[in-house]
């Protein structure tokens, strides 16, 4: 599958083993990747979509050590990250034209 793995692990080992491995991460990322873009794809543009779904595994392996194997797999904590990041997106996207949205048209 991917290097420093023999053959097809669970999602639990996969995670039990990133606290020692980090390098074992690009593993949750090949696994992972397309169904996180896919998802955040369906939510936002597709150009957003790249920056998202990259920054969901960029947060997910700077919290690797939080993942709890025992609560279940990788799959709902990558989507649980994503769906943060795109809720942020919106709510930035929304301070960021609201306010042209409220002006009053100019007098003619």
Known sequence: MTSGLDG????AELAARLQREPQLFTAVYDRYVRD?????A?????Q???D???ETFLVAFGQRDRFDPERGSLRPWLFGIATNLVARHRRKE???YWPSTCR???PR
């Open 42 to 46: 369906g939510r936002l543009d597709t």
């Open 94 to 96: 929304a301070r960021h």
């Open 48 to 50: 957003v979509a790249d």
């Open 8 to 11: 097809p692990v669970t999602d």
């Open 36 to 40: 996180i873009y896919r998802y955040v």
């Open 104 to 106: 009053p048209a100019p």
């Open 52 to 54: 998202i779904a990259a």
